[in-house]
């Protein structure tokens, strides 16, 4: 219902005309007071601009998010586990679901969505550019990046627009089982044999870093925060997340008997936080650009995965038509 | 071709027995009955409902938010419709 007539595009002298700064003071006035913005209020450009963006680009992530699992589901130990991980890939399909929805309710399509996806014009995550090894590698992206997602979402439940506030508590509910199933794998191999041991300290090493990456660059090079903030899309800036991040799961790995692969960490009592060291950043922009792992793979396989689906939704509207036709004669 | 992309419906979902549908988000599919299918699939993964509606979101018809203050004042300053608007003296009960 939301997309209608949202479409069309005004004029560049039009837009500027119609965004007085009256109107442009009424919707920060509105959204100062907590009031939450709904799909068809009016709204600055940029504010739909940056929530398209934002919710597109974490939609692509939960379906991207499916591969690096997706690539265990045929191996994992026991018929338990593959039955939770179906479970969780499942949700991740859902979560980009919501999310597509909740962005099409600001007037774009899916299948630009999609497309910018599949042309590679769209960004994703960074995480899910890193190859998943072992066994282990699922219980870390399950306890890490879900855990760094889950704190990233968790203030978005309260963001100023409303579906995609509504999608993130959903999401949010959702994430919290795929971080203890995470956790449980983590902790099973940690008590295990020395070799299942190391298996999960290894993937702690790797997946630690990238999982602080998660959080996007540090505040004093995020372009898109100052804004983000002041329209209430953004409640924390990148760096208190990642330090909120790093808080809580330092014990947690204490608990688990694994190193943090940070030489620098150490706990500081007077502030009552742990500092870390130095995020490889080139890293992550590599990785953002295109460069990472698996880049390439994980954008060949969905563009594949969404080629060799075309017959089906082909079949569906052939289908669908036919009925429409049978039930008018 | 006019239907090459799968239409948009939205999405109603009562809980449970003795409440509401209400409007849980959208879903892409090609007839009605996929709607339906799809909708289980992605909003009902942990028992959220016991039945579903779906609506093609063309056909949903909406009041316009530029219009709502005056579309919706005519009930502002009506306080006497609300019970609390009626002072009731002590002593009188089951009022």
């Keep these: ?329 | 071709m006019q239907d090459e992309n799968w239409p948009l419906w939205e999405v109603f979902i009562r809980s449970k027995a003795g409440l509401a549908h209400r409007h849980a988000g959208s879903i892409h599919a090609a007839d009605a009955q996929m709607a339906i299918d799809h909708a289980r699939d992605v909003y009902t993964r942990r028992s959220e409902g016991v039945s579903i509606w779906v609506v093609r979101s063309a056909d949903l018809v909406a009041s316009d938010p530029a219009d709502s203050e005056a579309f919706f004042e005519p009930a502002a300053d009506k306080i006497y419709r609300h019970p609390t608007f009626y002072e009731i003296p002590d002593g009188v009960e089951n009022l």
């Design chain 1, 1 to 329: 219902m939301y997309t209608q007539g949202l479409d069309q595009k005004a004029g560049k002298g039009e837009a500027q005309a119609a965004e007085s700064a009256e109107r442009l003071a009424a919707f920060q006035a509105r959204v100062d007071a907590e009031e939450k913005i709904e799909p068809k209020d009016w709204m600055p450009e940029a504010y739909r601009r940056t929530l398209v963006r934002q919710i597109s680009q974490h939609a692509h992530s939960e379906i991207i998010g499916m591969q690096p699992e997706g690539n265990w589901l045929t191996r994992a130990p026991s018929l338990k586990r593959k039955a939770i991980l179906i479970a969780k890939v499942q949700d991740e399909a859902g979560h980009g679901h919501y999310l597509y929805s909740a962005a099409e309710t600001l007037g774009t399509s899916r299948e630009e969505m999609v497309d910018d996806l599949l042309t590679g014009k769209a960004k994703y995550s960074s995480i899910f550019n890193y190859p998943t090894l072992s066994w282990a590698d699922i219980g870390a992206i399950g306890w890490l990046v879900d855990g760094a997602a889950i704190m990233n979402q968790v203030p978005l439940c309260r963001c100023s627009y409303g579906p995609y506030a509504r999608a993130m508590v959903r999401i949010c509910k959702e994430e919290s089982f795929h971080q203890r199933q995470g956790f449980d794998i983590m902790l099973s191999l940690a008590r295990g044999t020395p070799e299942q041991k190391a298996m999960a300290q290894d993937a702690l090493d790797r997946w630690w870093w990238p999982s602080l990456m998660m959080f996007g660059p540090s505040d004093k090079d995020s372009k898109h925060s100052a804004q983000s903030m002041a329209w209430k899309i953004k409640r924390f800036s990148n760096d208190e997340l990642r330090q909120k991040f790093v808080d809580v799961t330092v014990p947690q790995a204490e608990f688990l008997g694994l190193r943090v692969p940070d030489d620098d960490l150490e706990y500081d009592a007077a502030s009552g936080h742990y500092r870390y060291g130095e995020i490889d950043w080139e890293e992550f922009i590599q990785v953002l650009k295109g460069n990472g792992p698996c880049n390439r793979q994980r954008l060949e396989t969905r563009n594949r995965a969404h080629a060799e689906g075309a017959w089906v939704r082909e079949a569906a509207r052939a289908y669908a038509t036919k009925q429409r036709g049978r039930r008018a004669a």
